[in-house]
């Protein structure tokens, strides 16, 4: 038996593929070609049937982005009814003398039934369904989709901010902050172009208007000129068929108007719109109570129509005590599994007689060590690290640490958490080896925006500071929280905030965390990957001590050790440096150079940079010759001045949107990064050693030009 095989033409894939250019030729045809009456019923019952889907869908779409084809849509079904209205024209204005039936059975239906044949009716009705389309449906949507678009807009640095913090605290992956990226732009686009497909509605209503003026008008001239109707005659018929033609595209538009108001109106949510409604109009039973009390009143009052308001108001209170019994009902059912929990923990009265006991001798066991990484909150946050109280921070660090390996190359100490009651009941502080680095003060059920410099507007709340990169910032309630988003803030949890401090200041020391026992476990870690790499290093090559100096010194500045295998083979290349490790570590860094390059200058050629006036180098460079690196005397005005103008020149670099990157000769940059870093800590010195062949410089500015 032989299989039937489909053409490649014929597939579905590309079967809908040409359904656009397809509908676009018809929708063309149709203004050039005639149209038999049967057709045109035929398109305009499809028009009225592509309305009720789009509204139906648009009641039914979760969110804006469910229903992205949109505006697509709607440019579609504008230019559809055009379409139909330049061919119907056509019909009414040669076959309109044969009688209302002459454009075919839909226009006479809406001609007659929806009208009874009353074409004053068909007027004032027609006119009505346009003022309401044009006036208030089509105008409301499309001023909601550009004021959307707009907010879109500015909030498009704060939530894409967001995303790279929630990236950066390892809470999401690459691929999930590629598609909330993603997203964050096609929310922009949408709106941006729903307020353009607004524009052809309206048009398409004022369009509707001329047309139908325009039949009648030239109905009545061709009817009592070329066909000698009488004047009665020829306004019926032409009256009638204009009125039908008019009703029959206004309806779909007015349908498609409501669908684009309730998909750019609505709040994003987990429901559809119709859940929304149902779920929040009608769940307080006192509302409904006070309303058939208020219906019922009115009921009562002589000439009012008694039956329609004391039914109405039965059904209001009817469904108010039904409402009243299911919620008493379910609160019954909460507090039987309250008091049927079993107690957490169980309070056991000592004997009043009990003996107090004895002190014991201090023993070795009493000596605590240090913890390298510790967190210390108040007991408000207690429930922000405790998993059985909702609290994610522990699984939110666990993914920091994740990241942490994964970016710098090596696995940071578990960080200990524990309770402090001498310290402020919502505040926090980071410990390194029992030293604070860094502390914050967080509010369980508020968020904080953070101005990253490009809102629009101001905020109701406490003024704070954001504890990781010192930007301003707000808590807020979790009312204003979309109202926050959509003014450019970035909003984040309370969690989020003690994660991202978190996360910057073990970057930041990334460098002091790496002790001798993380050295090993890398070691040891190397040794199953590729023993060969590491066999002999430490000690024939290497002592472990100077090993770990020479990976501290590259953290220090900011060089991730990720690639282990150049640092390993630089280092036995380079063994007579063996007990030197600044030279050691300058060595690693030339052969790490294209590696630091991409770090600092992702995806450019062109390498943006400061440099020194060479008069100014000349002279740091004998000074350097005499006194030794160690040794090396500058007189106090000229490092004064080298460290006010390196100053103005990173500010002024960072202004421009570059990295601040000083360019200095090979031997001068230990020296100069080290004399630097604590003046301009975002300052990273290169030498024109690290820089690779592939890459060009651009001078931005020069240090000592006066000098």
């Known amino acids: 038996m032989r299989s039937l095989t489909l053409p490649s033409w014929m597939t579905s894939q590309n079967t809908r593929a040409l359904a656009a250019p397809i509908l676009i030729v018809m929708m063309l045809a149709m203004m050039v070609l005639p149209l038999p009456p049967f057709l045109l019923d035929m398109f305009f019952t499809f028009n009225i049937a592509l309305s009720i889907i789009v509204l139906l869908t648009s009641l039914y779409t979760v969110k804006p982005l469910d229903f992205m084809a949109f505006p697509a849509i709607l440019l579609i079904s504008t230019m559809m009814r055009l379409s139909l209205n330049v061919a119907s024209t056509r019909v009414v204005l040669t076959e309109g003398h044969t009688g209302p039936d002459a454009a075919g059975k839909v226009i006479e239906a809406f001609g007659h039934f929806l009208i009874g044949g009353n074409y004053t009716v068909g007027v004032v009705v027609f006119v009505i369904l346009t003022i309401i ?33 929630d990236l950066n605290a390892g809470l999401i992956g690459e691929a999930e902050a590629r598609q909330r990226r993603k997203e964050v732009g096609q ?31 030239g109905g009545l001239f061709i009817g009592m000129v070329q066909h000698n109707l009488v004047f009665a005659d020829a306004i019926n018929n032409y009256m009638l068929l204009a009125i039908g033609d008019g009703l029959v595209a ?19 949510s987990e429901e559809d719109v119709s859940s929304q409604v ?21 009921g009562l009052i002589p000439g009012m129509p008694h039956i329609a308001f004391l039914l109405l108001s039965a059904t209001l209170g009817g469904s108010a005590y039904i409402m009243s019994k299911r919620l008493a009902g379910e609160s019954v059912l909460a507090r039987k599994g309250r008091d049927g929990a079993p107690s957490a923990a169980v309070a056991v009265e000592a004997p009043p007689s009990a003996a107090v006991p004895e002190v014991e001798e201090a023993t070795w066991q009493d000596i605590v060590p240090i913890d390298t990484l510790g967190l210390e909150v108040g007991y408000r946050l207690i429930p922000l690290v405790d998993q059985a109280q909702g609290g994610e921070l522990l699984k939110r660090i666990k993914g920091i640490r994740k990241k942490f390996a994964q970016d710098i190359g090596f696995l940071a100490p578990s960080v200990h958490i524990r309770d402090n009651l001498e310290m402020r009941p919502s505040s926090y502080r980071i410990l390194l080896k029992g030293v604070e680095i ?36 707000t808590w807020v309630d979790a009312t204003q929280r979309e109202l926050a988003q959509s003014m450019g803030y970035t909003v984040v949890d309370a969690g989020t905030v003690v994660a991202t401090h978190l ?52 953290l220090s500045e900011g060089v991730h050790i990720r690639d282990m295998r150049t640092i390993i083979e630089t280092i036995a290349e380079n063994a007579e440096l063996a007990r030197d490790p600044v030279a050691m570590t300058a060595q690693i860094r030339i052969a790490l150079g294209r590696s630091i390059v991409q770090q600092i200058f992702p995806n450019t050629d062109e390498l943006p940079v400061i440099t020194m006036d060479a008069r100014l180098e000349r002279l740091l460079l004998q000074a350097l010759q005499t006194g030794g690196p160690d040794n090396m005397a500058i007189e106090p005005g000229l490092a004064d001045t080298i460290l006010v103008q390196t100053q103005q ?42 820089l690779p062949d592939s890459k060009t410089i651009r001078v931005t500015t020069v240090v000592g030009g006066q000098a």
């Open 187 to 217: 929310e922009a686009e949408f709106y941006g172009a729903m307020d353009g497909a607004s524009k052809y509605v309206r048009g398409d209503a004022i369009a509707g208007i001329i047309v139908t003026v325009v039949n009648i008008l």
């Open 649 to 690: 020149a990173a500010q002024q670099q960072e202004q421009m949107g570059y990295p601040a990157v000083l360019l200095v000769p090979g031997p001068l940059r230990a020296l100069l990064a080290r004399f630097l870093r604590r003046a301009v800590p975002h300052l990273r010195v290169l030498s024109n050693n690290e």
């Open 278 to 298: 149902i779920g929040q109009l009608f769940e307080k039973p006192q509302v409904m109570y006070i309303s058939a009390a208020i219906v019922g009143g009115l």
């Open 250 to 268: 206004q309806i779909p538009s007015l349908i498609i108007s409501t669908a684009a108001g309730v998909v750019v109106s609505r709040v994003a």
């Open 133 to 165: 389309n044009f006036v208030v449906v089509t105008k409301g949507a499309g001023r909601i989709a550009e004021v959307g678009a707009r907010f879109a807009l500015d909030a498009m640095p704060g939530k894409q901010m967001a995303i790279d913090a």
């Open 503 to 554: 996360n910057h200041l073990i970057t930041t020391y990334a460098s002091e965390l790496l002790g001798r026992q993380e050295v090993q476990a890398l070691l040891d870690h190397l040794q199953k990957e590729t023993p060969k790499l590491v066999e002999n290093l430490v000690p024939d090559t290497i002592t472990l001590p100077m090993l770990q100096k020479v990976l501290q010194n590259l």
């Open 438 to 473: 860094g502390s914050g003060e967080v509010f369980l059920g508020q968020f904080l925006a953070i101005n990253p410099g490009m809102v629009t507007g101001t905020l109701q709340g406490a003024e704070t500071v954001d504890p990781a990169f010192g930007l301003p910032a």
